[in-house]
């Protein structure tokens, strides 16, 4: 190679390495990251503060959830409903200016199955689609800083669902499909109740069945309360 074709290459590689930084991802933290500019860039969200906390009924857990959306500080997330399993909470919630799903948080039932959960009982962002399809308010986020809704709409991402359903759960069907940044939550039932959740990514129609969450109990919505 000559002189000047690797001075020229080493001028693409710094350009290449310098574009990098500028396009790599500056992650907000949740209690920053809502639309409308009501919230700063910085800081970081505040985790209740007991590392072992765990919820045995409904009551215990929603106290919970809202001293999580207390520590947040962020005035445009609300709780949208309470979903409990066998082993654990589920706890949705909702970006109140769009009225789509932000985010999901477990908490575990003392003695839940170490194997699944992480067994320190801390109350955290749920595992899966919540966290790496999220392009609002997960690492997913860089990617999209203005566009946050994908390419499937609702209808379609139900026939994709159903689609699975179909070859993996016979006699399963699609109940509710709601819309989060990045993919659609959707729960299933089966014989007449719920029977799990999964989700189907808004830009590839890939699916991830919630394994981890079984043994369906009850439903509490807080929306709009």
């Not at 999580?68 to 909702?94: G, Q, S, T, W």
């Not at 109940?175 to 719920?194: A, E, L, N």
């Amino acid at each position: 190679m000559s002189k000047k074709n690797e001075r020229f290459g080493g001028v693409v590689v710094a350009f290449i390495a310098i574009l990098a930084l500028l396009l790599a991802p500056s992650f907000l933290p949740i209690s920053c990251a809502a639309a409308a500019g009501t919230c700063s860039t910085g800081g970081s969200v505040s985790i209740p503060s007991n590392p072992t906390q765990t919820a045995s009924t409904m009551g215990e857990a929603v106290g919970i959830a809202q001293d999580y959306l207390k520590a947040l500080n962020n005035p445009n997330l609300a709780i949208d409903e309470v979903i409990e399993f066998r082993e654990n909470f589920e706890v949705i919630y909702a970006d109140t200016i769009t009225g789509i799903g932000a985010f999901a948080i477990t908490i575990l039932k003392p003695g839940a199955d170490p194997l699944v959960f992480d067994p320190s009982g801390y109350p955290k962002p749920e595992q899966g689609p919540y966290s790496i399809w999220n392009t609002r308010f997960g690492p997913a986020s860089f990617a999209s800083r203005q566009v946050y809704n994908g390419i499937v709409d609702a209808n379609t991402a139900e026939a994709v669902a159903q689609g699975y359903l179909d070859q993996n759960i016979p006699g399963a069907k699609v109940r509710d499909v709601h819309p989060f940044y990045g993919f659609f939550s959707v729960k299933i039932v089966k014989d007449g109740t719920v029977y799990g959740i999964m989700s189907v990514n808004a830009y590839t129609r890939a699916v991830i069945y919630h394994d981890w969450q079984i043994g369906y109990v009850q439903t509490i919505v807080l929306r709009n309360k």
